[in-house]
């Protein structure tokens, strides 16, 4: 496997891993989210990322649909608040045919009203769906809380009302405007030289303009923890709680990750797992999770029980987080931790897909690829003295925002 970068004299950035596979993956990573929408803009980002499918200059959505699924391969995108992604998926033999519908979707996108006026009832729809599942809308509504006064805490799909104020000409004023080269890397993997990947480049960024994007300004707030209660009238009652958290560039994220995944991670043998769900028979998801942005971050926990439980689950978590405050791991607990996160690595490194998708955002927010093992290297490095500092940061009660649907 050889990994190749380069930079065309536009500003894009190009990511290639050469492999002798029979599989191959492409796609677009756009530097522009949630986060690039001006206040009138709330949902603009998401909506664009719809209608990239919805025509170009050269393909109607149908020709688009039938580009590579046509071949049996796959064809897929997604916004967050600081980035959105389209990629791809197929046979090597359509290589050269998925990197330029990438392209050409990403770079070409036509924005008809016709269009547009279709698919903003699809995402009105999308949003009718998420507020149906209180266990997702809780995240944002959380999100709200924890970045009060931040694009951060808006929710990506935006709303009803303000989805309908966006008209074509507005979006493909935003589409102009974070779209830009200097913003996007171009990532793909296969059996192909990186000679052939620059040519597909060049040849799919044709009379590209070399503008430059540097970000809307979003100053953060200081951070004011809150609780809050919402009669939702569930038969569960679901609960958020979290804080801020480092951000993607701070030294400290390692140690979170791991002491996350000791707490509430993916794994049966998670901490509030044992705890809630096997010994108590409380809940039936409990998890954690730590969310790293360009300027701050996001730990956060959630699980769901019935009313009369809510106050033993409650006192069952803030003794779980008490206990990482109040006393370092055990040096064979942290050995345990260690191989534990670093096998869970090992495993989903197994899927190229989301190894590649990972390995594009490292090189889009840093520029370089991160060698390999230097993950394996700091998760080792971690002392118990240093997660048990991350732990009195973070989880200390007047430093814990809480959000409940009751």
């Not at 997702?136 to 309908?164: C, M, P, W, Y």
């Not at 370092?328 to 996160?341: F, K, N, T």
């Amino acid at each position: 496997m050889k990994i190749h970068t380069d930079t065309l004299p536009c500003g894009l950035r190009l990511l290639h891993v050469e492999t002798r596979s029979d599989v191959m993956y492409c796609g677009a990573f756009v530097f522009a989210g949630t986060r690039d929408e001006r206040p009138d803009e709330h949902g603009m980002a998401h909506l664009m990322e719809h209608m990239l499918f919805k025509g170009t200059e050269r393909r109607n959505a149908m020709q688009i649909n039938e580009r590579l699924e046509g071949v049996g391969g796959e064809l897929n995108a997604y916004t967050c608040k600081e980035e959105t992604v389209v990629y791809a998926a197929g046979l090597k033999r359509h290589f050269a045919r998925a990197y330029d519908l990438i392209c050409d979707l990403v770079f070409h996108s036509r924005i008809d009203p016709e269009a547009l006026s279709k698919e903003r009832s699809v995402v009105m729809d999308e949003i009718d769906s998420y507020r149906d599942d209180p266990a997702d809308l809780i995240a944002d509504d959380f999100e709200d809380l924890v970045f009060q006064g931040s694009s951060l805490g808006r929710n990506i799909l935006g709303t009803k009302q303000g989805l309908r104020s966006i008209q074509a000409q507005r979006l493909r004023g935003f589409y102009r405007r974070c779209y830009t080269p200097n913003r996007i890397v171009l990532f793909s993997m296969g059996a192909a030289t990186f000679d052939k990947v620059r040519s597909w480049a060049e040849a799919g960024t044709y009379n590209l303009p070399a503008g430059r994007y540097e970000g809307v300004s979003d100053v953060l707030p200081v951070y004011q923890p809150a609780w809050k209660r919402l009669v939702k009238h569930t038969s569960q009652m679901h609960c958020q709680l979290g804080t801020r958290a480092f951000s993607a560039n701070d030294p400290q994220r390692t140690a979170l990750l791991l002491l996350n995944n000791i707490l509430g991670g993916p794994s049966m043998n998670s901490r509030l797992n044992a705890q809630l769900r096997e010994k108590h028979g409380l809940v039936y998801a409990i998890e954690s999770q730590y969310t790293a942005y360009t300027d701050t971050g996001l730990w956060a926990l959630y699980f769901g029980a019935d009313h009369a439980d809510e106050e033993q689950a409650l006192s069952l978590i803030r003794h779980e987080l008490d206990k990482l405050m109040d006393q370092p791991l055990s040096s064979s607990a942290l050995h345990r931790a260690q191989v534990q996160y670093l096998a869970q690595l090992t495993l989903a490194a197994e899927n190229r897909e989301n190894w590649l998708l990972a390995v594009a955002k490292h090189y889009a927010l840093w520029n370089e690829v991160e060698p390999q093992g230097r993950l394996a290297e700091r998760i080792r490095a971690v002392t118990a003295l240093q997660m048990q500092s991350v732990a009195q940061q973070l989880f200390a009660p007047q430093q814990l925002t809480g959000l409940c649907y009751v």
